[in-house]
């Protein structure tokens, strides 16, 4: 698929369904396209609808499944419009765009040649646990836990928004980041990561107060 140049190209590509509930028109929103009047489209759709699928087939719709509905943030970026997001680091919080290769910008490939796919995500299911709690780790471990092909998590404060990535990778070095501060420990940074004491196996103890919360009264 080449570059869409129209609006029918553009919305083909929109209509894209990379897995059972999610299509690529979602992914494709970005605040800062909207106000700063850069499209966000790929230049490599292929390769973008490539990695998404990934993401969504093997992260997104196995937490959807057990959790209920996703809301996307934001996901995909292009080269310009991430460029711009970096330029205005203070503002828009973006890194710069070969960090985000393989990461937010879809369809560039990282420096080792692999592909990758993060979106930010809320689940809305954990929205009233996490108001009453704070407790963003419960979330964070029950992914760990259960969806073993995520790449990568941080963690912010609205909502418990959090990026969440897949990477092709199969030696990527998995982490979980908290730009909010962990109740358990009033300190922001990683809850694990490999080589971290906690990061093998169960950490149950830590979700159970959450699934019991989600069940209906």
Not at 34 to 45: A, L, M, R, V, Y
Not at 67 to 73: D, M, Q, S
Request: aromatic residues 14%; charged residues 25%.
């Amino acid at each position: 698929m080449n570059k869409p140049q129209t609006v029918k190209a553009l919305e083909e590509l929109g209509r894209v369904r990379l897995s059972k509930s999610f299509f690529m028109r979602e992914f494709l929103y970005s605040e800062i396209s909207q106000i700063e009047g850069i499209p966000n489209i790929p230049d490599d759709p292929d390769l973008a609808i490539e990695a998404g699928r990934n993401l969504c087939e093997k992260v997104l719709e196995p937490i959807q499944d057990a959790l209920g509905r996703i809301t996307i943030r934001s996901a995909y970026r292009s080269c310009e419009v991430n460029a711009k997001g970096a330029e205005n680091k203070n503002q828009y919080n973006c890194a710069s765009s070969e960090a985000n290769y393989a990461a937010h910008i879809w369809d560039r490939r990282d420096e080792k040649g692999f592909m990758g796919a993060t979106a930010c995500i809320i689940v809305t299911s954990f929205i009233p646990y996490y108001e009453s709690t704070h407790d963003w780790p419960a979330l964070a471990w029950w992914i760990h836990d259960n969806i073993a092909d995520y790449a990568k998590m941080i963690f912010f404060p609205k909502y418990a928004a959090f990026n969440i990535s897949w990477h092709e990778d199969p030696n990527y070095p998995k982490s979980t980041y908290g730009q909010v501060a962990n109740p358990a420990t009033g300190k922001k940074g990683y809850l694990t990561k490999q080589g971290m004491y906690n990061f093998e196996g169960d950490h149950s103890e830590f979700y159970k107060p959450f699934l019991m919360d989600l069940k209906p009264k």
